[in-house]
């Protein structure tokens, strides 16, 4: 493209389109991608690029897989779109909730199908909340949230959302939502990490349930481990305990897998690295590995066969228009397939452990406080004093300033403060992981030190 064009498209962009999580200062000169192969993006001057997080954790098969492309266009030939509301179906959503249910967990039984991962949180909290006006107890209403947690932009998924840059400007936040703390073993208030963990940070969690009234409580909603929040991996006896919890009080389990699913973690959903199963999930992201928007929530046979029992002037009255949507559904089963054939779960197990080692070998720089992560799902966190486990100063912006010399060298990702966060396509190539790791060594250098 020519530099002419190229910059009157960044003038027309500045001057009519609000992007998410938008201040202008931070949009001064974007980076428009034009074209993807593989884990590789390039923009309008024809800069190259390593996508270091798979877009938005998303594009789990890589770009450029035209094999998708074709599937949404022949499912557009045959049916653009066709109604999913109650009375109504399509083949290929069809296809898919079966094909979901046999590789999510065994309680599993039903998929209502959405658009984002925003609206599958949304509509987990009305299943839950609905499921308990089916018991016969309408008062069990409040979700429980963690800190540290990224849920979504709508209003319930707002609430939830336990990161207050989300909030700012926001209130009043819809109401019936209780904070607890999260599981974050590098900066736990109760030990110093896996070795000596024990559990005080799932018991916070029973302890705000007794405090609020069992009877009040509708469910507590969770990532298997935090993504946006920063790549946090809880302690090994977290999740049986949180799923210990919720028995105890008839509270139900929502795992929020919208980032997790799919083969993120080396495993198709992440619970099972604890052999814990929910009674809710979502998924999107990966589901349709991005190429159209795709999401859901999935039920567990109790909630299924609630629903399906219950009585005449009880509707499930939740919906939207593309609920279903036909062309998602064929892309969805075509990238599964995809997922599957080239065991890209096991690529996923195998890059993941390839980072970690790679991350690790940049312990010896004197700033990197922890490096974390599971599957191919990693973090490095940079801190000012290693010893004391001290951060930076905000006000030096040292996640923000690696971040944007990542970009200036090749590498395009995320952070959260100053741990910064990798997920790069599940086809990632070996050469690539440790080129990633390579530019973040190199990154950490110029910008903190050695
Ligand atoms: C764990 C989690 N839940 C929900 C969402 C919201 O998904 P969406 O942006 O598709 O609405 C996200 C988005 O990053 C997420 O990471």
């Known amino acids: 493209m020519k530099e002419e064009e190229a910059q009157s498209l960044v003038l027309a962009d500045l001057a009519h389109q609000l992007h998410p999580q938008y201040h202008v200062r931070d949009h001064e000169d974007p980076v428009v991608f034009v074209r993807g192969e593989g884990a590789l993006l390039w923009d309008i001057h024809g800069r190259e690029y390593i996508d270091g997080l798979a877009c938005l954790w998303n594009v789990a098969v890589g770009h450029g897989r035209r094999e998708l492309a074709e599937v949404a266009a022949q499912q557009m030939k045959e049916l653009a779109f066709s109604n999913s509301y109650v009375g109504y179906a399509n083949v290929p959503s069809i296809r898919l909730a079966e094909r979901l249910i046999s590789l999510v967990y065994p309680n599993m039984q039903a998929v209502f199908f959405c658009n984002s991962g925003s609206e599958a949180v949304e509509g987990a909290f009305k299943i839950s909340r609905f499921y308990w006006y089916l018991q016969g107890r309408p008062e069990k209403t409040k979700i429980i949230a963690r800190r540290e947690a990224y849920h979504g932009g709508t209003l319930g998924a707002t609430a939830a959302t336990g990161l207050p840059a989300f909030h700012q400007g926001f209130g009043p936040l819809a109401e019936g939502f209780v904070r607890v703390e999260t599981c974050y073993p590098y900066r736990c208030a109760h030990c110093k990490g896996a070795d000596d963990c024990n559990l005080a940070c799932a018991d916070a969690v029973e302890q705000t349930i007794l405090r609020e009234g069992p009877e009040t409580v509708a469910a507590i909603i969770a990532e ?126 195998a890059m993941g452990e390839r980072l970690r080692r790679g991350l690790n070998g940049l312990r010896t720089l004197p700033h990197v406080g922890e490096v974390r992560g599971l599957g191919l799902l990693g973090a490095v966190e940079l801190v000012a004093d290693r010893d004391t486990r001290t951060p930076f100063d905000p006000a030096q912006k040292v996640g923000s300033r690696v971040l944007r010399d990542l970009r200036r060298r090749g590498l395009i990702t995320r952070v959260k403060g100053d741990s910064i966060l990798l997920a790069p396509p599940l086809i990632v190539s070996p050469e690539q992981i440790d080129r990633i790791v390579e530019l973040v060594g190199g990154s950490i250098q110029g910008v903190v030190g050695v």
């Not at 799919?262 to 999107?284: I, K």
């Not at 590995?289 to 939740?318: C, N, T, W």
């Open 224 to 349: 298997p481990v935090h993504g946006a929040g920063g790549v946090i991996v809880p302690t090994p006896g977290y999740w049986p305990r949180l799923r210990e919890i919720c028995d105890r009080h008839d509270v139900l389990l929502i795992a929020d897998e919208v980032i997790t699913g799919f083969g993120r973690t080396g495993r198709w959903f992440a619970l099972s690295h604890w052999n814990v199963q929910p009674d809710v999930m979502t998924v999107a992201k990966a589901i349709t590995s991005a190429y159209v928007p795709l999401a859901g929530f999935i039920v567990s046979d109790r909630i299924h066969q609630a629903i399906l029992s219950a009585p005449e002037d009880a509707k499930f009255m939740h919906g939207y228009t593309n609920a279903g949507h036909p062309t998602a559904c064929a892309v969805a089963l075509r990238n599964i397939q995809i997922i599957e054939e080239e065991g890209l779960v096991e690529h996923a197990a």
